[in-house]
């Protein structure tokens, strides 16, 4: 089992930035996919972006060309970059793991682990 623990959440303004880390321990995490997921009050739990061992990304059609996902696999670490935040994005951002990548239309099928969440609240 894979633990996840999210950082980097807080209260920005609209248009503002923040870098979201997720670091894994337990297992490397390498050969895994990696996803952040969100799920906003009220609202079902969203894809955000996910990046497989092989570096290649998805993300969200509403986070495109705003949000960029990276990993470091030395550091068993997987970052979100957030930029031109808007209030639509205010929203528990969760970090996942998994052995599997089912694609865009199954993003959490095959996470196996997730984190407890970082809260991110964009004020307009």
């Known amino acids: 089992q894979v633990q996840l623990v999210e950082s980097g959440g807080g209260l920005v303004q609209a248009g503002g930035s923040l870098r979201l880390s997720c670091a894994a321990s337990?297992?490397?995490?390498?050969?895994?996919?990696m996803g952040w997921f969100r799920q906003a009050p009220g609202k079902e739990r969203e894809f955000v972006a996910s990046?497989?061992?092989?570096?290649?990304?998805t993300y969200y059609d509403s986070v495109k060309g705003r949000f960029t996902i990276s990993r470091d696999n030395a550091k068993n670490t997987v970052y979100l970059q957030m930029n031109s935040l808007k209030p639509e994005d205010t929203a528990v951002y969760y970090c996942?793991?998994?052995?599997?990548?089912?694609?865009?239309?199954?993003?959490?099928?095959?996470?196996?682990?997730w984190g407890k969440g970082t809260l991110v609240t964009v004020s307009s």
């Open positions: 990046i497989k061992w092989s570096g290649s990304i």
């Open positions: 337990g297992r490397t995490v390498s050969r895994w996919v």
């Open positions: 996942a793991a998994g052995s599997t990548w089912y694609g865009a239309s199954a993003p959490d099928k095959g996470m196996s682990d």
